[in-house]
């Protein structure tokens, strides 16, 4: 018998209506902001990953999935949802005459790395892409959007970091004094350090996990030194706002993100719930990336803001609140008190009358005992149990109210 791949999963019964849920929520509260769904392919040709994530990123590196098609060409399966729908704007002239799209996508994503909690090969990702305009106010609303989203889901365990990188010119001055401070440094430093160190994004060397690390990086300089004037009024801005609006926030010298394209402001919502999701594992993360269009076509410069996150980790934080809203009842369960066909047509008039109505009916169609037909619809948690026995001559069906214990019988034509 094939089993699924290894870092894939089914979902089904419970797990599959949590699944839902978190969609429903998140599609509610993107609504709520204007934003317009969009769905992208699910491969794309690998230059445009190569172009966009960043050649040296390790989800270009190290996690994405690549193959040849028939025709020889280098297609990949989604890594991550930006890069698509940057391709999609572009190809679909959505900027054209002056557009300004808010967008938001649900997509399947694929990256080869050690399945773990929270973490699978593929996952969902959600995320949402405001593009041409650098107000800081919007900033602003995209935090206050996954503020939403954490209150929401009842996730409390959390906290907010955010930095700023600046702008193309700022890091690389960075980089270069960076450089200067680690290479000193390289005999002490872990394999995965070097690594970062001689890619083409040394700032995340920040990203290393090893104590060891971290103790050697302490001293570091900070890319905060660097940055214009510029980029400094507009975090300022930024963070006075959040004040504002009671965002309670950490401010985080050394976060610079995974991925090459961010600019200015960059964010990362880390759980501190240890017990759900382990230690530092961060649920949502973006930031600015105002040059990623000019870097895909030359010929325009837009600016973008956006973020991204796994559903499956979202999941896990809000694993309470999922498991107390799903609702796993039945609210009508009718069952025919002898394996009649006339009964069986009440039956189905009666399912299909209050299913057009919203209701959540099953019909136990089949010859077993009545007792029987009883403890399956304890079972299945049902609300309500509709009787179709001989009453039927008169026009009349018995209902049993399980929640309240009570029975009476009600004409068919009222249902």
Do not use: H, W
Request: glycine residues 4%; hydrophobic residues 35%; positive net charge.
């Amino acid at each position: 018998m094939e089993k699924k791949i290894k870092g894939t999963k089914d979902y089904f019964g419970i797990e599959s209506k949590k699944l839902f849920l978190t969609f429903d929520i998140l599609e509610t509260i993107a609504k709520s902001y204007n934003l317009s769904k969009v769905v992208t392919p699910t491969f794309e040709n690998t230059s445009l990953f190569l172009r966009t994530v960043g050649s040296d990123s390790d989800v270009v590196n190290k996690e994405m999935y690549t193959f040849q098609d028939k025709k020889g060409r280098s297609i990949s399966l989604k890594p991550e949802g930006t890069a698509s729908i940057v391709r999609m704007v572009l190809e679909n002239k959505l900027l054209d005459n002056n557009n300004k799209p808010n967008l938001y996508y649900i997509t399947p994503t694929f990256r080869y790395e050690r399945p773990q909690k929270g973490r699978q090969r593929e996952f969902f990702q959600f995320g949402i892409e405001r593009f041409g305009n650098d107000c800081v106010y919007v900033d602003v609303e995209i935090i206050l959007f996954a503020e939403e989203i954490f209150k929401r889901l009842e996730i409390t365990k959390y906290n907010l970091q955010i930095n700023t990188i600046g702008d193309s010119k700022a890091r690389k001055k960075y980089n270069e004094a960076l450089k200067k401070y680690v290479f000193p440094l390289m005999n002490k430093l872990s394999e995965y350090a070097k690594e970062k160190i001689n890619s083409g994004n040394i700032m995340r060397i920040f990203d290393s996990k090893i104590d060891a690390d971290l103790k050697l990086l302490k001293n570091a300089p900070i890319i905060k030194e660097f940055i214009s004037i510029e980029s400094r009024k507009k975090f300022t801005e930024l963070k006075l706002i959040l004040d504002k609006n009671n965002i309670k926030f950490f401010e985080n010298p050394t976060l610079v993100r995974g991925l090459d394209y961010y600019n200015d402001l960059v964010f990362e919502y880390v759980s501190t719930d240890v017990e759900k999701l382990g230690s530092k594992s961060t649920i949502l993360g973006g930031g600015r990336y105002d040059s990623l269009i000019k870097k895909n076509d030359e010929t325009k410069n837009v600016p973008a803001v956006g973020f991204a996150l796994g559903i499956e980790r979202l999941m896990l934080a809000a694993a309470d609140f999922l498991e107390k809203n799903i609702n796993e009842s039945i609210e009508y369960f009718i069952l025919c008190a002898y394996p009649e066909l006339e009964l069986q047509d009440i039956a189905l008039k009666i399912a299909t009358s209050l299913r057009k109505n919203n209701k959540n009916v099953y019909v136990d169609y089949s010859s077993k005992k009545l007792n029987k037909k009883f403890d399956l619809a304890e079972k299945m948690n049902s609300k309500k149990i509709i009787i179709v026995g001989n009453e039927i001559k008169d026009g009349v069906v018995t209902i049993k109210d399980l929640e309240n214990n009570t029975q009476k019988e009600i004409k068919i034509k009222e249902i």
